[in-house]
Nanobody
């Protein structure tokens, strides 16, 4: 079983940057797609980006393309989400999650993911 620990959130001004980390324990990310989701108050949880540990494929939703970068450090069993040019609408609790799947063609629905981190708050002030 994979345990996930998300960290790196905080308060930042619009235009600023944050790097989120998702560290795995109990298992490696081998064979998994790791996704980042976010949930703003009163809104549904939405997928932001994902990366496949199997084939290296990556996916971003349109709203973060060119601003967010997802990466994986297999030696550290950690997936990162570098967030640049942050906007107030990026404010949300960010979660990482993992599903056993070979490729990252889309983030998919939260229900597809088997393991979740605890969430980290990202607040972007205008």
């Amino acid at each position: 079983e994979v345990q996930l620990q998300a960290s790196g959130g905080g308060l930042v001004q619009a235009g600023g940057s944050l790097r989120l980390s998702c560290a795995a324990s109990g298992s490696t990310f081998d064979g998994y797609v790791v996704g980042w989701f976010r949930q703003a108050p009163g809104k549904e949880r939405e997928g932001v980006s994902c990366i496949s540990n199997s084939d290296g494929s990556i996916y971003y939703v349109d709203s973060v393309k060119g601003r967010f970068t997802i990466s994986s450090d297999n030696a550290k069993n950690t997936v990162y989400l570098q967030m640049n040019s942050l906007k107030p609408e990026d404010t949300a609790v960010y979660y990482c999650a993992a599903k056993f799947w070979p490729t990252a063609q889309a983030v998919g629905a939260p229900s597809e993911y088997d393991y979740w981190g605890q969430g980290t708050q990202v607040t972007v002030s205008s």
